[in-house]
């Protein structure tokens, strides 16, 4: 007499198994470690899509890059040495001159000593020479006024699109930074692409700026000719250049780190497996 018992696998189906180990019970075990085995097989499926320990690692190098880009365009942004402007080191008297130099938010006044200048230089400057300095926040933030330099007047609507143009640029960023943060915690690549498309276009909004802040400056030189004045770019936009290269970068790392292939894969031959 054989008895049997029924059990559930682990969708919920019974299943019948002999006592005896006779051929029912061979074949309710078969069928159950089959269905064990059908579970285990859709979870390694479930799995599979999970990030890998190598694609993480790419990930967070090429975050670092865009951290390292970010921390430049916050260091070039909050600082006012963007553009330099000094006439001729001998226009106001033989002793002192007067140098200006300013940014986004604010401009500097700087009274130097003409024996701290080298005599090869013809203009007033460095403003990173000791001297007496008087920095203030332009006024178009506040009142609404044009700020006036050696007699100059600013461009009031351009200087305010730079502005503009840096903080949406950073906007950008943190959204990106928020987009790997997701990708790496989470551990899938959805993430990247958007994280592509926040990096790739702060980059280009931070060249943007920096394009419009010129044109400001020009349109500034171009208000008043009776004071002729010299002017250069300072370090404040060589960080900003070196910031929108480092996110554009990273945005396109991350592109081709989301991407179901490698590009190279596809261009380089196959080799096979035997070399």
Same mark, same amino acid.
């Given at each position: 007499?054989w008895?049997?018992?029924?059990?559930?696998?682990?969708?919920?189906?019974?299943?019948?198994?002999?006592?005896?180990?006779?051929a029912?019970?061979?074949?309710?075990?078969a069928?159950?470690?089959?269905a064990?085995?059908?579970?285990?097989?859709?979870?390694?499926?479930?799995?599979?899509g999970?990030?890998?320990?190598?694609?993480?690692?790419?990930?967070k190098?090429?975050?670092?890059? %865009?951290? $390292?880009?970010? =921390? &430049?365009?916050?260091l070039? !942004?909050?600082?006012?040495?963007w #553009?330099?402007?000094?006439?001729?080191k001998s226009?106001?008297?033989?002793k002192?001159?007067?140098?200006?130099?300013?940014?986004?938010?604010?401009g500097?006044m700087?009274?130097?000593?003409?024996s701290?200048?080298?005599?090869?230089?013809e203009?007033c400057?460095?403003?990173?020479?000791?001297?007496?300095s008087?920095c203030?926040?332009?006024k178009?933030?506040?009142?609404g006024?044009?700020?006036?330099?050696?007699q100059?007047?600013?461009?009031?609507s351009?200087?305010?699109?730079?502005?503009?143009?840096?903080?949406?640029?950073?906007?950008m960023?943190?959204?990106?930074?928020?987009?790997?943060v997701?990708?790496?915690?989470?551990?899938?690549?959805?993430?990247l692409?958007? %994280?592509? $498309?926040?990096? =790739? &276009?702060?980059?280009?909004? !931070?060249f943007?700026?920096v394009? #419009?802040?010129?044109?400001?400056?020009?349109?500034?030189?171009?208000s008043?000719?009776s004071?002729?004045?010299h002017?250069?770019?300072s370090?404040?936009?060589?960080?900003l250049?070196?910031?929108?290269a480092?996110?554009?970068l990273?945005?396109?790392?991350f592109?081709?780190?989301?991407?179901?292939?490698r590009?190279?894969?596809?261009?380089?031959?196959h080799?096979?497996?035997?070399?």
């Open positions: 007499m008895s049997t018992f029924i059990v559930q696998d682990e969708e919920g189906r019974p299943t019948v198994v002999g006592a005896t180990g006779g029912a019970g061979a074949g309710g075990l069928g159950l470690m089959g064990r085995g059908g579970g285990s097989k859709r979870r390694t499926r479930t799995t599979s999970s990030m890998s320990e190598s694609q993480e690692g790419k990930i190098l090429t975050f670092f890059v %865009a951290v $390292v880009g970010i =921390t &430049l365009t916050v070039g !942004v909050g600082t006012e040495f #553009v330099e402007l000094a006439p001729s226009f106001y008297n033989n002192t001159c007067l140098a200006a130099h300013y940014g986004l938010w604010k500097c700087k009274v130097l000593w003409v701290d200048i080298d005599p090869d230089r203009s400057g460095p403003a990173d020479l000791p001297g007496e008087n203030t926040y332009f178009f933030y506040t009142t006024e044009n700020t006036v330099m050696f100059k007047t600013t461009e009031k351009l200087n305010m699109a730079a502005a503009l143009l840096a903080i949406f640029s950073l906007f960023m943190v959204m990106g930074a928020v987009c790997i997701m990708a790496i915690s989470k551990g899938v690549q959805f993430f692409k958007p %994280a592509f $498309v926040c990096f =790739t &276009l702060s980059g280009l909004l !931070v943007l700026s394009v #419009v802040f010129h044109q400001s400056v020009l349109s500034l030189l171009a008043d000719h004071v002729p004045l002017h250069q770019l370090w404040s936009v060589t960080c250049g070196f910031a929108g480092l996110l554009v990273a945005g396109a790392l592109l081709v780190l989301a991407l179901p292939y590009p190279w894969e596809r261009c380089l031959p080799r096979s497996a035997d070399s």
